[in-house]
């Protein structure tokens, strides 16, 4: 029998939620600011967000490194910081990243229950090159211990690409309450929905992750035979900027407000303006500095730092973050965060 968690999981997660996928608050000497990730979380908390994943790929899967030792800590704290400064009367998606072979990922299953999240990104990047049938043994252990969000993540920054019988066998698994689809590609992303639609369950909520398309993904109807479905809501590392923004996109979309076209057009900024902040002309490698980016401008950060100090932004990635932040000003909250950044800060 599903427990609780689960149902109520699903109940929220398929009203369409704006879900961020949260950065890690570094100084610039890389130590990690316990001030600014909490400001960071009450920006996010009072612009709407409907959940946030914590320890996904936004974070950095270095947080999980022996010399870092952050994964533990960060997923603690964040999680009772939501708990003190969210409205406790309306339901939140508390999501937290899982990695690692099936070992390590109970584990950190484990750790994340105990601290009141209620579902688990799973991530497979550990499992580059293994076979469908060790995926899935592997998902379904990890299912045992926290309900799972299925997680298609690209092959550009750690991912790895799944057929469609690797999804048909997915969602036999009970505990799967929803799934990320962020291959940034179509056909991979027909293939999540299509064994979804073929599998018989309306359990399963679909969100996107594909930042290259957001508004498309969720506003099409995908039909299989008698079955249509949609892409409910979004779980995006786009998302982690300009939260207010694409709060108000998602509830238009929600009440069926706007004109075709104009969503058409507004799709295009938003893909432009995730590709300079994604670093999409260099295969996504300054994709976690260019979100710091945008969050330092803000005040949101103190810095841009990764983990790792080489990571950093391309070369002209910064000149094409000035552009689209110049030419997208609807798509960022500045006037929101400039009228609250002080009192997130405080402790």
């Known amino acids: 029998m599903e427990n609780i968690e689960a149902i ?14 949260v950065p890690l608050a570094l100084e610039k000497d890389g130590t990690w600011s316990q001030k600014y990730q909490r400001a960071l979380l009450r920006y996010y908390l009072e612009s709407g967000a409907g959940g946030l994943a914590i320890g996904a790929h936004t974070m950095q899967f270095e947080i999980r490194d022996p010399k870092h030792k952050l994964f533990e800590p960060v997923l603690e704290f964040c999680s009772a910081e ?13 999501i937290a990243g899982i990695c690692g072979k099936t070992r390590d990922a109970k584990k950190e299953a484990n750790f994340a229950m105990k601290h009141g ?3 688990g990104l799973l991530s497979l990047a550990a499992f580059e090159g293994a076979s469908d049938k060790v995926m899935l043994t592997h998902c379904q252990k990890v299912s045992e211990v926290i309900p799972l969000i ?10 790895r690409k799944y057929s469609y019988a690797f999804w048909k066998e997915f969602v036999k698994i ?13 056909y991979g992303t027909l293939d999540v929905v299509r064994a979804v639609a073929e599998s018989g369950r309306d359990d399963i909520i679909l969100y996107t992750g594909n930042d290259d ?21 979004g779980l995006l590392g786009q998302w982690a900027i300009g939260t207010k923004s694409a ?20 799709n295009a900024e938003l893909t432009d303006f995730n590709s300079a902040i994604f670093d999409a002309a260099n295969d996504f490698k300054g994709c976690i500095p260019g979100i710091n980016e945008m969050l330092h401008r803000e005040g949101l950060l103190p810095s841009t730092r ?10 002209g990635q910064k000149e094409e973050i000035d552009r689209v932040s110049r030419a997208y000003r609807v798509l960022q909250d500045t006037p929101f965060i400039e009228h609250n950044l002080e009192r997130w800060l405080e402790d």
């Open 306 to 315: 990764c983990l790792n100090p080489k990571e950093v932004l391309s070369p």
């Open 82 to 94: 939501i708990d003190r400064h969210r409205d406790s009367r309306n339901t939140f998606a508390k």
């Open 117 to 119: 999240y209620n579902a």
């Open 213 to 233: 398309n957001i508004i498309h993904d969720l506003l099409t109807p995908f039909q299989f035979g008698e079955t249509t479905l949609r892409i409910m809501g």
């Open 174 to 186: 009970e505990n799967v309450v929803a799934i990320k689809i962020a291959p940034f590609n179509r």
């Open 247 to 266: 709060q108000e996109t998602m509830r238009k979309i929600r009440t069926g407000g706007g004109a075709t076209g104009e969503w058409a057009r507004q």
């Open 150 to 159: 299925g997680f298609y993540l690209q092959p550009a920054i750690g991912g």
């Open 8 to 21: 109520n999981l699903r109940k929220h997660l398929v009203k369409g939620q704006v879900i961020p996928a």
